[in-house]
């Protein structure tokens, strides 16, 4: 049986980049270690490392001044330091999106020292739709955040709002290399790896120069300038995090990196929306323009028939299927190393269901 696995993350991995680490495991390029062995202060890992980042640079189009950062503790660290590297003593701006952007807003509010605004929000629509973002905000907040995909309510920027001078944050964890979004529209960008860079465990962080905190944060682990004097280096990196993010951008790259990538996300995510729309059983619980092309969030208004097509769909291949527990329903994580042929023999089932329940 094929599995296709649809999770939010950690999620699939394209087929390539494992058979090349499976390839490499024993024996990383004649050197009698696997890549897990090698000490991260050796040449051959600092070449990975360097491969990494320029790969990453010339993917997003990363100007020279932004400082590309691989750390540890997952998004939600980011939650953290972003508010205690940028906005101590000041105001930080958020829009709240949704599950993880309301984590960041309570990460934030936990300073003592910074100031928090909610400056436009869904929230009285379940996180349903992406709100306008009103015509004045406070010029002199330190920046304004925004989640640019929100992974479980499965709504999206598609563009970028204007926020004025104020930079703007990304957690941009569930739609990085999968959206022509410019880099320098952004003050700083993080990522956690679990989805369409990598494995769990390894953090990206873009971030301007000038936003690079001037003072040293009490924990040099949580100091941003500290780690990009260091390369990332400051202590023992997750290596092999970033050797497996290594071989995914090139993977990106052979694509025909993020302009390929998105156009073949935007067919399959066009090609379920479709189904749905045709259907007379699933719905999307999503507003048409604020809709995701990573998350696809979908449900039959009856809670027992979602959970008898979970059921029947994971009988037959279908893993991750499950909506998150907030939403309910179904979501299909179409990341970018999903096939389109994953797809295409979910909607054949779904046609299936609908017709044996009555559709
Ligand atoms: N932000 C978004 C948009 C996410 O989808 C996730 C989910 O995994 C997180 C943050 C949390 O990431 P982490 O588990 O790496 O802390």
Known sequence: MTIYNFSAGPAVLPKAVLETAQSEMLDYKSSGMSVMELSHRSSLFEEIIQTAENLLRELMAIPDNYKVLFLQGGASLQFTMVPLNLAQGKKALYVNTGSWSKKAISAAKALDNVEVEVIASSEDKNFTYIPEIPKTIDQNAAYVHITTNNTIEGTAFEKIPSF????????????????????????????????????????????????????????????????????????TPPTYGIYIAKLVFEWVKAQGGVAGITAEDRKKAQLLYDAIENSHLFKSPVEKKSRSITNIPFITGDEDLDKAFNQAALA????NLKGHRSVGGMRASLYNAFPIEGVEALIAFMEKFEKENGG
Do not use: C, H
């Open 164 to 235: 004025g001078k104020v930079p703007v944050v990304a957690d941009m964890s569930s739609n990085i290399l999968a959206n022509d979004y410019k880099v320098e529209d952004f003050g700083l960008i993080y990522a956690g790896a679990q989805k369409n860079i990598g494995p769990a465990g390894l953090t990206v962080v873009i971030v301007r120069e000038d936003l690079l905190n001037k003072k040293a944060i009490f924990a040099p682990m949580l100091d941003y300038a500290l780690q990009a004097k260091n390369n990332s280096l400051y202590n």
């Open 316 to 319: 037959q291949g279908f893993e």
